[in-house]
């Protein structure tokens, strides 16, 4: 059974920075893809950004894109989401997904679908 634990989520004033965890278990993850969703009160769950684990290619939204990495510690079985200059608008519960059906352009795609799920890490950017 896969497991997925978030941690890193806090406090931070707009422009900061944050790096969220997600330390992963329970499977050889090869043929996985591994991602980040997020969710802010009132507003459906929506993609942020997602890693293939075996090439590395890495798919984002087009709100993070060069605010944002995603990147993978093979390793240690770790998901990595950087997240620089933040914004209020960037606040949610981010969630860490997992699934071995498709890669990141499915992923990004499907998170209805999605298997594997952690429970979150609220992130808030404080104007």
């Known amino acids: 059974q896969v497991q997925l634990q978030e941690s890193g989520g806090g406090l931070v004033q707009a422009g900061g920075s944050l790096r969220l965890s997600c330390a992963a278990s329970?499977?050889?993850?090869?043929?996985?893809?591994l991602g980040w969703f997020r969710q802010a009160p009132g507003k459906e769950r929506e993609f942020v950004a997602a890693?293939?684990?075996?090439?590395?290619?890495?798919a984002y939204a087009d709100s993070v894109k060069d605010r944002f990495t995603i990147s993978r510690d093979i390793a240690m079985n770790t998901v990595y989401l950087q997240m620089n200059s933040l914004k209020p608008e960037d606040s949610a519960d981010y969630y860490c997904?997992?699934?071995?059906?498709?890669?990141?352009?499915?992923?990004?795609?499907?998170?209805?679908?999605?298997?594997?799920w952690g429970k979150g890490t609220l992130v808030t950017a404080s104007s």
């Open positions: 329970g499977r050889t993850f090869a043929n996985y893809a």
């Open positions: 997904a997992a699934d071995n059906r498709g890669g990141t352009t499915w992923f990004r795609r499907s998170y209805s679908s999605i298997n594997y």
């Open positions: 890693i293939n684990w075996y090439s590395g290619y890495t």
